[in-house]
């Protein structure tokens, strides 16, 4: 089955620098990766997602990348607030949906 | 609009004793329905996943089973609760039609076991 890991576990960066989040997967068929947010206490919450025929998705600070090749996914958001501060998951999907680990930032203001 | 539902957000249980989590969603049809576990800063583990009324597939053997007993109602259920069984426990859904859809969570329960 699919297996998505997910680096680094844990990313702090100063407010106004970007976080770049990086996931791989192992199933060649997956062709959905969304990214989820999960704050404090709180249920995970869908940010962006990519399907395989995109390399690239764009949503304000938000940006997602798709390597198809190298089975690699990747989240970025360029200047950061404190208020991104939470974990963050990956996940790869064809029928089922896998998550990675999880990666928790920390934003300093 | 579609929203999911789940109760009770908080529970402490005592060891061996039985768990019953409800989750309904509303505004879809046929729904793929799901539990995950979440451990204390942990990723998430899923638990039990339902195609359809009746039909469930589990991916781990546990203390707990899950019941659909209708198209937007996904139950989590045990007999007797372990102290490995405290976390957090979320409901998520998925639209049933359509292959590679976001999963949508519900606001958890969090179980603790004493």
């Known amino acids: 089955g699919e297996n998505v890991e997910q680096h680094p576990s844990t990313l702090s960066v100063q407010e106004g620098d970007s976080a770049v989040i990086k996931c791989t997967y192992s199933?060649?068929?997956?062709?959905?990766f969304p990214w989820y947010k999960q704050e404090l206490g709180k249920r995970p919450q869908l940010i962006i997602d990519?399907?395989?025929?995109?390399g690239e998705k764009k949503d304000q600070r938000i940006a997602v990348t798709l390597n198809k090749t190298a089975k690699h996914f990747s989240l970025h958001i360029t200047e950061t607030q404190p208020e991104d501060s939470a974990v963050y998951f990956c996940?790869?999907?064809?029928?089922?949906?896998?998550f990675g680990a999880g990666t928790r930032l920390t934003v300093k203001p | 609009s579609q929203t999911i539902h789940q109760w009770p957000a908080t529970l402490v249980q005592p060891v061996g004793s039985p768990l019953s989590l409800e989750c309904t969603v509303e505004?879809?049809?046929?729904?793929?329905l799901y539990w995950y576990r979440q451990a204390a800063g942990r990723g998430l583990q899923l638990l039990f996943y339902?195609?359809?009324?009746?039909?469930i597939s589990s991916e781990v053997p546990q203390n707990l089973s899950a019941s659909r007993p209708q198209d937007r109602q996904f139950i989590l259920s045990s007999k007797k609760l372990l102290l490995s069984d405290s976390g957090f426990y979320l409901c998520?859904?998925?639209?049933?039609?359509?292959?590679?859809?976001?999963?949508?969570f519900g606001d958890g329960t969090r179980l603790s076991i004493l």
């Open positions: 996940a790869a999907s064809t029928n089922d949906m896998r």
């Open positions: 998520a859904w998925s639209a049933g039609s359509i292959n590679n859809q976001p999963q949508h």
């Open positions: 990519i399907r395989s025929n995109v």
């Open positions: 199933d060649s068929a997956s062709n959905y």
């Open positions: 505004g879809t049809s046929n729904p793929n």
């Open positions: 339902s195609v359809g009324i009746g039909q």
